[in-house]
Nanobody, 125 residues
Framework: QVQLVESGGGLVQAGDSLTLSCAAS????????AGWFRQAPGKEREFVAA????????SYAKTVRGRFTISKDNAKATLHLQMNSLKPEDTAVYYC??????????????????WGRGTQVTVSS
């Protein structure tokens, strides 16, 4: 089982930047992609961004496109999410996830079978 540990969350002001990291350990040989999701209070978990395990970005949610950048340090098996121009509506618990090849849409939680515990991002106005 792949273990994922997120870090880098915190309290920032609107317009600030923040970088989240997700360290992966364990058997990642059959991992095909990784993604970031987020869940705000009272809302469903939503897709943020996805990247192949080899480091090619695949998709961004419309709400973050142009502001967030997903990347992967292949040498360290670490996923990153650079978040710029943060808005109060970006406030959520951010989760990283990994999964193997799938026929599910990469924007759906069902495409991923390993999840971290999340890191809180709070953006004040």
């Amino acid at each position: 089982q792949v273990q994922l540990v997120e870090s880098g969350g915190g309290l920032v002001q609107a317009g600030d930047s923040l970088t989240l990291s997700c360290a992966a350990s364990g058997p990642t040989f059959d991992t095909y992609r990784a993604g970031w999701f987020r869940q705000a209070p009272g809302k469903e978990r939503e897709f943020v961004a996805a990247i192949t395990w080899t480091g090619n970005p695949e998709s961004y949610a419309k709400t973050v496109r142009g502001r967030f950048t997903i990347s992967k340090d292949n040498a360290k098996a670490t996923l990153h999410l650079q978040m710029n121009s943060l808005k109060p509506e970006d406030t959520a618990v951010y989760y990283c996830a990994t999964g193997g090849p799938t026929t599910s849409s990469i924007t759906r939680s069902s495409a991923y079978n390993n999840w971290g515990r999340g890191t809180q991002v709070t953006v004040s106005s």
